[in-house]
């Protein structure tokens, strides 16, 4: 009873840290609702990871190994996990509302019969929990009923898990996966090379918007200031359609939900969808030439400016206060 | 081809949510109530394949008589018929998938079609629930379809980038915002779908377990942002960032 699977997503080798936050999500749960935290790696040779996961302060770290798990499917892993819920009698399924968590979760309850929360922002002793609706505009609180519920957090409302110290115990478990009834097959992972920080993960984040007016733009007026702050960069939902910018890189109520300590939104006039993504920004900044813009009523600081002379001018500020 | 297209009645996307005084909901009486925009590039994207390959497309949707008008939007873009499962009460996405894989085991389509979230409920969680449900493929957050006879591959926008997967039909498949842009009905199209065939029967009727075990049991309004001020230059922005606010 209250014991809580935690699945910790990996990609190429190491945990990002959306997996970080969910297992300290986990943890608050597991102690919220009297149960242990178990983290979850699925693979076909995961035990390195289980190993590293089981620093982070929960009881136990699965190895959930399989051959068909080698790249990320949501049929096999949804299986596999399935098994092991039943196998542990464990009351709740969480994991981060990742692209992967987000197409793995849904699919898992469904073969539990399990209702999911999606994207929760808070953990309420109750037994409730919180989690945005209609473009975070509507805060609501909600109960789940049954045996088995399963959770997806949203990666900005809890911070990531620290090192406790001390090492769990790791034990392989195989995964009880029926090969034959799956039916996807992985072709390719095209994935946007950047040597920038992660948008998730970044201290600061500079995003621009339709303001920008093209792909070049953003290369050669947009860039430089997002690379002499040292931050991460995002775009409209508006930048991303005109295919100014790839689609990993929208902030909003359908792309990504993004909470650094500065938020500066470059010619993007502020749609409700955007601001779903950014509003939990610490600081947020707006340069636009249009004052009545409505990202200015979510801005800090707010300048009413030509973002092609305002842009190169605050890089070249920045600049000068880094060596002053 | 048969394709099955669910779609959601939800409020226009650029209303601006009132939550009620009591938390028992949201303000209806500015509401312009829409296709939800996912489902109306899962339509898009139906009508496409069966321009390309024929079939039928056939849409569905659960909730009450209204939302008839809704139905009627998507057969005048261009669907061939329509099924509006009644219900009054309030059904989890549990339910919902429970009906949708009913409603697909009579029709048996080969392809099922619809948006990746609702804008008003923002889980995400109907396609890939169904999928598990008809033991079925899923490609989610679609960017592209592409059809080699009875295979399918779809580019999914992940985290990362484009992710590429294929299986065979039958499947679902959830769309993003990317995947096209939806036609206007045209008037010939509001004509013709007056006489097309729209079924309703009662989500009852069905007999799946229709039980809620997800409950919303109040709404709050979000916490919000106090208001910020404007700034005369570059110069004065970059001082308060470092010495105000203390982020740079």
């Known amino acids: 009873m209250g014991d809580v699977l935690i699945f910790a997503e990996h990609q190429g080798g190491h945990f990002p840290k959306t997996t970080l936050t969910a297992v300290n999500a986990g943890l608050e749960l597991a102690r919220k609702r009297g149960g242990n935290a178990i983290a979850v790696v699925a693979g076909d040779a995961p035990e390195g990871l289980a190993g590293e996961i089981a620093k982070y302060g929960v009881s136990k770290a699965v190895a959930l190994t399989h051959a068909s798990l080698k790249n990320y499917l949501a049929d096999a892993h949804a299986a596999a996990l399935a098994s092991l819920v039943k196998k542990t009698g464990a009351e709740f399924v969480l994991a981060t509302a990742t692209a992967v968590g987000k197409d793995l979760a849904p699919r898992l309850a469904a073969r539990l019969d399990a209702p999911m929360a999606s994207e929760i922002t808070a953990i309420n002793d109750d037994g409730t929990y919180v989690r945005p609706m209609y473009a975070g505009n509507a805060m609501a609180t909600i109960e789940l009923d049954g045996p088995i519920k399963v959770i997806t957090v949203r990666g900005t409302a809890f911070d990531a898990a620290k090192p406790a110290g001390n090492t769990a115990a790791v034990e392989k478990i195989d995964a009880e996966i029926d090969s034959a009834a799956l039916k996807t097959e992985f072709v390719a992972f095209n994935q946007t090379k950047s040597d920038r920080p992660q948008l998730t993960e970044a201290r600061i984040v500079v995003s621009g918007g339709r303001g920008l007016k093209s792909g070049d733009n953003f290369k050669t007026v947009l860039e430089p200031l997002v690379d002499e702050m040292g931050a991460a960069m995002g775009a409209s939902r508006a930048a991303v359609d005109a295919g100014f910018v790839p689609n990993d890189l929208q902030v909003g109520q359908t792309g990504k939900v993004v909470a650094p300590e500065l938020y500066v939104a470059v010619g993007i006039s502020g749609a409700i969808q955007h601001l779903a993504g950014m509003k939990d920004s610490k600081i947020i900044v707006a340069i636009n030439k249009d004052e009545e813009a409505p990202i200015f009523n979510v801005a800090d600081y707010g300048l009413v400016a030509d973002l092609f002379k305002a842009v190169p001018e605050m890089a070249e500020e920045v600049k000068k206060l880094k060596h002053s | ?248």
């Open chain 2, 1 to 248: 081809m048969k394709i099955l297209v669910p779609i959601k009645r939800v409020p226009d996307p650029a209303t601006t949510i009132r939550v009620l005084p009591d938390g028992s909901g949201i303000a209806t009486d500015n509401v312009k109530w829409v296709i939800n925009p996912f489902d109306e590039i899962a339509i898009e994207e139906a009508l496409r394949i069966k321009e390309k390959q024929g079939g039928e497309v056939v849409l569905v949707t659960i909730g009450q008589s209204t939302w008839q008008e809704q139905l009627r939007t998507g057969l005048a873009m261009g669907a061939d018929r329509a099924i509006l499962v009644k219900s009054e009460a309030p059904l989890d996405t549990l339910a919902i998938a429970r009906i949708l894989a009913k409603i697909a085991a009579d029709e048996k389509p080969e392809l099922v079609l619809l948006g990746k979230q609702a804008i008003d409920d923002d889980s995400n969680q109907v396609g890939q629930m169904l999928a598990e449900m008809l033991g079925w493929p899923q490609a989610t957050f679609a960017s592209k379809v592409e059809f080699a006879g009875q295979k399918v591959t779809v580019t999914r926008e992940v985290d990362g980038g484009l992710e590429t997967i294929a299986f065979n039909l039958p499947a679902v498949v959830t769309t993003d915002l990317r995947l096209n842009e939806p036609r206007y009905a045209s008037l010939p199209g509001i004509m013709k779908a007056r006489k097309k065939e729209l079924k309703e029967i009662p989500a009852e009727s069905l007999g799946v377990n229709l039980a809620p075990k997800l409950r919303i049991k109040t709404l709050a309004a979000p916490p919000k942002r106090q208001a910020g001020k404007k700034v005369g230059s570059v110069q004065e922005l970059v001082q308060v960032l470092h010495t105000e606010a203390k982020v740079i």
